[in-house]
């Protein structure tokens, strides 16, 4: 089985969309939201949504699989209060849920939390344990920046965050590491702001005992782990420098890395620096880059063709890559029979 670890509702129906569009609105005029009930999407929508999109990719390119979650750009947690995102994401995480209940053979569900700029994460344990427990999800994605590019919350790592953990921890569900939009124009919000928050988060655990805090907390850092592999040397002599443990004691039980690289030199330096048992197969489509690459003729996330074609990979190296490392880190998935 080939399971794509990051994917997202990227082509969802246009209602939804609305419905924000009306709650932004309603929020800057200082009007009552609209009500969730005013969303209406049939599940024959749904199946549009998807079928010459994900579903049609995942048989076109040979995977079985998407572990999937609300549009990361869409989170925007930066909009509005508290209130106002837990609105939005039990709606999106609803949609999710939906998704997977029509096709449970082909997605897994991860949750949006309801994230706010200086709202202790705490606030975002019950939308997780009723995603968890009362809708099946397997996952969450953690966004580390809620205040879009200003990094206005502390770090990861800051007791803070715990009470999140130690929820995670109970459940043993996994969080993908993923900033939202990005509200500062130095950052573009794909190319710079996602990478960013992915090299920012290994820093954080770096420097940090959050891991002897928590052995057993589990982290996805997507994009491949941001700039992390093309620097490895920089912070292995940072953690040196440090009196920190090596890498791969300090991080590698808690931290794991997804295949969304588009490009073979890439994927071949991320499987040259990372451990196999540390690398989880995702593209991420349908997603940030959607083209054709003109130098091969395929497009740029698909991304089994980087692992088929990787020197040196065992076929034992390919399924833990492409299916043992996510049983492994979500622990929860149950494929039906």
């Not at 800057?28 to 990719?57: G, H, K, V």
């Not at 939308?127 to 205040?147: M, T």
Request: charged share 20%.
């Amino acid at each position: 089985m080939i399971i794509d670890c990051h994917g997202h509702y990227t082509t969802a129906p246009k209602a939804l969309e609305g419905w924000r569009a009306r709650q932004v609105q309603a929020l800057e005029a200082r009007l009552a939201p609209p009500a969730p009930t005013d969303l209406s999407i049939t599940d024959d929508e749904l199946r549009e949504s998807l079928e010459n999109a994900q579903l049609r990719l995942q048989r076109e390119r040979g995977t079985d699989l998407t572990i999937f979650s609300p549009r990361a750009m869409a989170m925007a947690h930066h909009i509005g209060t508290a209130r106002t995102s837990e609105a939005w994401t039990r709606l999106c995480n609803d949609m999710i849920h939906r998704v997977c209940t029509l096709y449970p053979r082909s997605f897994a569900p991860v949750c949006q939390l309801p994230q706010s700029p200086g709202v202790p994460p705490a606030n975002c344990i019950p939308e997780l344990e009723r995603c968890v427990r009362e809708r099946g999800f397997i996952g969450c994605n953690l966004n580390p920046d809620p205040s879009g590019g200003y990094w206005k919350d502390p770090p990861l790592t800051d007791r803070w965050w715990y009470p999140l953990y130690e929820k995670m921890v109970e459940l043993d569900v996994p969080a993908m590491v993923h900033v939202s939009a990005s509200c500062n124009p130095c950052f573009h919000a794909t190319g710079a702001h996602y990478i960013n928050g992915d090299t920012t988060a290994f820093m954080q655990f770096l420097t940090s005992d959050l891991f002897r805090d928590f052995p057993t907390l589990k982290f996805i850092i997507p994009h491949g782990g941001g700039a992390v592999p093309y620097h490895w040397g920089r912070y292995r002599g940072i953690a040196q420098d440090m009196k920190r443990p090596p890498l791969g004691e300090l991080l590698l039980k808690n931290v794991f890395f997804d295949t969304c690289v588009y490009h073979q030199p890439g994927i071949d330096l991320l499987l040259k620096v990372i451990p196999v048992e540390n690398i989880l197969f995702a593209s991420e489509m349908v997603g940030a880059v959607r083209g054709i690459d003109p130098q091969n003729g395929f497009h740029f996330d698909d991304t089994k063709r980087y692992i088929d074609a990787a020197p040196g990979l065992t076929a034992q190296d390919r399924f833990q890559i492409y299916e043992g490392n996510a049983r492994r880190v979500f622990s929860r998935l149950k494929l039906p029979a």
